[in-house]
């Protein structure tokens, strides 16, 4: 089960008291932390993320509106004493810029931040035995990077009575997980689906950050649990969204449609709109099981 | 008149509603801000600081909790189309940071950003006309910077009957004003001192950013009409204070009363303080015109 909370739904300029792009996605015991725009840690304070669960940032692009809060959490995690290694994913780039400001303020880290620069095309960067990310490109103005974010669950769950019934050793339910047959000691053959059922499929969240309508995308997550994906516009500025790299309410309920995914909520609404329900009604015209992104609501998967 | 908002005054950590530092002052038609923490454009909005009117931002040095906000401002002026130049005075690594975060994002600015890195001691950096800048060094764990605001004057303030009375025309004014005599064209001399009187100094503020117990740096801001001081820790902390070059309650209280200063405001509170009233009373003890800069207050100078 995944948990997924909004920190900030709005696009570049914060208002409405909107803010920046930034999602806390929790699963297990961790926090993955999804873009980090400005005034995120003060977001994850007031809705009560634990920070010392974020062992894993996730950054999109290098647009503004989506990492500059990212360098503040940084140093707030330096001043709180932080110790445990923090993995950050992000566009080459970003790497240098925070060197920087970190030699500028004479500031040495008293914990090990690991810079995974991003892949070219569609790529797993984390599989932590809990969760696997995926990274692939969307299209936006600069270089940009949506995540699928996928439960991790072998295909076969135990079958506890079977197991105990023929003495399989637990050392072993591991390999009975990935689908193995049991030799027991008298040299009898256990066949797995004896010892297991199918397991159902890992949870599944995409977040396909800032993108043009790009129907080539739906590959990539294609019968997702979730699909966060982006209506900076509503329906009548379509021409104006894909000047800018940007998509409308109309199109993100198409690309949930194509992929088949199970519920879309979505965010980076433009400043323009004060009010969000027209474009949900936009939105849910095209695809029904979609919910604006609200800040501090947590979506549950 | 100087009008002066508290945009940010907490330290390091944002913290119960508070926030790291900004201060706004305003003057004449102009709003010269102060230091840039994150979230600094938020506190802008929620103030209705006009952000037309800002087109000078000083830096006083490059701890996060200082200019971390500086990018997001300059890139919403940017989005917000705008087109006057902006003049940022900060230490020189800054400008390279900031062009890698622009280079990155493809984001070429629509109005002049004209960067003026501090000199070395204690010197003039802006004057307006209306205004004249002071950088002064303070001590703190890296290079770091204090300003003083001096609202500019004429020496001599015109006495408009008598200029009538002795039909000294329009255009030598501004001579009269820095205390030349006057000769009328029958040739006879008029001293100064029957055309205008003495003006009343320029008001004076002084900004004095993060820095360890100094009495040295007094001399930059004698008899100033406001100080801002930074108190990160009650007096308890002393010893703790210096190893972080920081200062506190009684030691601001000293500085204001070395400087003789007509009034003082603290500020870039520790985290570790929920409550600030045992910080005002320390300060007050020893400076009696004293006052916490509470965020959202304008101290009318």
Chains 1, 2 share one sequence.
């Not at 930034?22 to 725009?37: K, M, N, S």
Request: proline share 4%; with cysteine; charged share 20%.
């Amino acid at each position: 089960m995944f948990g997924l909370t909004v920190l900030g739904n709005n696009s570049a300029i914060p208002a409405f008291d909107r803010h920046p792009t930034a999602q806390a996605l929790t699963f297990a015991d961790q926090v993955y932390l999804i873009d980090c725009g400005e005034g995120t840690q003060t977001q994850i304070a007031k809705y009560k993320i634990r920070r010392s669960r974020i062992n894993h940032i996730f950054i999109s692009h290098l647009h503004g509106d989506h990492y500059f809060g990212l360098i503040g959490l940084i140093s707030s995690f330096s001043l709180m004493g932080r110790t445990a290694p923090l993995h950050l994913y992000a566009p080459a780039e970003l790497q240098q810029i925070l060197q920087l400001q970190m030699d500028v303020a004479s500031n040495i880290l008293p914990y090990p931040l690991h810079f995974h620069a991003h892949p070219t095309g569609h790529q797993i960067i984390l599989d932590d035995g809990k969760i696997e990310v995926f990274v692939f490109p969307t299209k936006h103005r600069i270089k940009c990077y949506g995540f699928l974010f996928k439960e991790r669950k072998w295909p076969r769950q135990i079958i506890k009575e079977a197991v105990l019934k023929y003495n399989v050793p637990a050392v072993f339910y591991q390999r009975l997980q990935q689908g193995e047959d049991y030799v027991a000691k008298d040299g009898k053959t256990l066949v797995n689906s004896i010892l297991t059922t199918a397991n159902k499929p890992g949870k599944e969240y995409a977040y396909t950050a800032d993108t043009i309508f790009d129907p080539s995308l739906c590959k990539y997550f294609e019968g997702a649990d979730l699909l966060y994906h982006e209506t900076t516009y509503m329906n009548d500025l379509e021409k104006k969204a894909a000047e800018r790299f940007h998509s409308t309410t109309k199109q993100a309920g198409e690309i949930a449609k194509t992929a088949k995914v199970k519920r879309l909520i979505i965010g980076h609404f433009s400043s323009k709109y004060e009010m969000l329900d027209d474009l949900l009604d936009e939105t849910r015209a095209v695809f029904k099981n979609s919910d604006l992104g609200i800040e501090g609501v947590t979506f549950i998967i």
